[in-house]
């Protein structure tokens, strides 16, 4: 924390350099990030594509959002769409919430149900309302043969456990992973998939920086969360799509692999676990 640079909230890191090979942002909310228009959010995904991220994924966390989300997702062949109601807004989780959650969900362009999970950080939601809306989330997934994108903020061991109970997904995302070495230990011998965002690069964040180095190849992803967690050294200015590729070439310094490879190795995990059209080169 304090060797980030805290800077005017208004004002975007630059753009950098292509990375070397095309990488997949895995979790946005380009809504969140001032788009509205598919001009906006073909504005964003230009940007991104001139970073070497060349599709990007956003992100619902309520009804309004899943609408536009959907919707988003056909205005441009770069961008992608997951659904679901966060945690936090569990508590009046209904029959009509959970119709319209599904028949979002089973668009074309929508890849995961997400983002579902448990949040214990806020107090917006019960506790019991969150773990019934994550059992239900977990069997659409199921249910629809898609990613399962998990919310998990201070509630590792009942997201464990209830996966468990319910029985996995075949792909299960744990976006912004949170956790320790030991957790990750755990989501990776369940063949959990982790996804870094730019939390992973702040120098304060050690135990996640140490659970980043022992995850497998082909079980990583990263994402911006943006308009949230701005990777270093740009933390505290507004986060887009486009900064993945700082937050890919912190990781590859930090794991001692090329940065070609950590861009390479995401984007495969990607393609498979959103099952997205392969791409071999920018």
């Given at each position: 924390?304090?060797?980030?640079?805290?800077?005017?909230?208004?004002?975007?890191?630059?753009?950098?350099?292509?990375?070397?090979?095309?990488?997949?942002?895995?979790?946005?909310?380009?809504?969140?990030?001032?788009?509205?228009?598919?001009?906006?959010?073909?504005?964003?995904?230009?940007?991104?594509?001139?970073?070497?991220?060349?599709?990007?994924?956003?992100?619902?966390?309520?009804?309004?959002?899943?609408?536009?989300?959907?919707?988003?997702?056909?205005?441009?062949?770069?961008?992608?769409?997951?659904?679901?109601?966060?945690?936090?807004?569990?508590?009046?989780?209904?029959?009509?919430?959970?119709?319209?959650?599904?028949?979002?969900?089973?668009?074309?362009?929508?890849?995961?149900?997400?983002?579902?999970?448990?949040?214990?950080?806020?107090?917006?939601?019960?506790?019991?309302?969150?773990?019934?809306?994550?059992?239900?989330?977990?069997?659409?997934?199921?249910?629809?043969?898609?990613?399962?994108?998990?919310?998990?903020?201070?509630?590792?061991?009942?997201?464990?456990?209830?996966?468990?109970?319910?029985?996995?997904?075949?792909d299960v995302v744990f976006h912004c992973f949170s956790g320790?070495?030991?957790?990750?230990?755990?989501?990776?011998?369940?063949?959990?998939?982790?996804?870094?965002?730019?939390?992973?690069?702040?120098?304060?964040?050690?135990?996640?920086?140490?659970?980043?180095?022992?995850?497998?190849?082909?079980?990583?992803?990263?994402?911006?969360?943006?308009?949230?967690?701005?990777?270093?050294?740009?933390?505290?200015?507004?986060?887009?799509?486009?900064?993945?590729?700082?937050?890919?070439?912190?990781?590859?310094?930090?794991?001692?692999?090329?940065?070609?490879?950590?861009?390479?190795?995401?984007?495969?995990?990607?393609?498979?676990?959103?099952?997205?059209?392969?791409?071999?080169?920018?």
């Amino acid at each position: 924390m304090g060797s980030d640079r805290i800077v005017s909230k208004g004002e975007l890191p630059p753009v950098p350099e292509a990375l070397p090979e095309p990488v997949v942002d895995a979790h946005t909310h380009l809504d969140a990030c001032g788009a509205v228009t598919a001009a906006d959010v073909s504005a964003m995904a230009d940007r991104a594509e001139a970073a070497g991220v060349t599709r990007v994924i956003t992100v619902a966390d309520d009804l309004a959002a899943a609408r536009w989300a959907a919707e988003a997702s056909t205005w441009d062949p770069r961008v992608f769409a997951a659904v679901a109601i966060h945690p936090t807004r569990t508590k009046d989780f209904g029959e009509p919430e959970r119709s319209e959650v599904e028949r979002l969900a089973r668009g074309d362009r929508v890849v995961a149900v997400g983002e579902t999970g448990l949040d214990y950080y806020w107090d917006y939601s019960p506790a019991d309302a969150q773990q019934e809306a994550f059992r239900w989330h977990i069997d659409l997934a199921k249910r629809l043969g898609k990613a399962l994108m998990i919310h998990d903020r201070d509630a590792h061991e009942d997201v464990l456990r209830i996966l468990d109970e319910e029985g996995a997904p075949d792909d299960v995302v744990f976006h912004c992973f949170s956790g320790d070495a030991e957790i990750a230990r755990r989501c990776v011998d369940s063949g959990y998939v982790l996804s870094f965002a730019g939390t992973v690069t702040f120098r304060n964040a050690r135990a996640l920086r140490e659970a980043a180095k022992l995850v497998p190849a082909d079980q990583f992803l990263v994402e911006t969360d943006a308009p949230f967690l701005t990777p270093h050294p740009f933390r505290g200015r507004p986060n887009e799509p486009y900064c993945t590729a700082y937050t890919v070439r912190n990781l590859a310094e930090l794991r001692e692999e090329s940065v070609a490879e950590i861009a390479s190795a995401a984007r495969r995990t990607a393609e498979r676990v959103f099952r997205l059209p392969t791409v071999t080169s920018t």
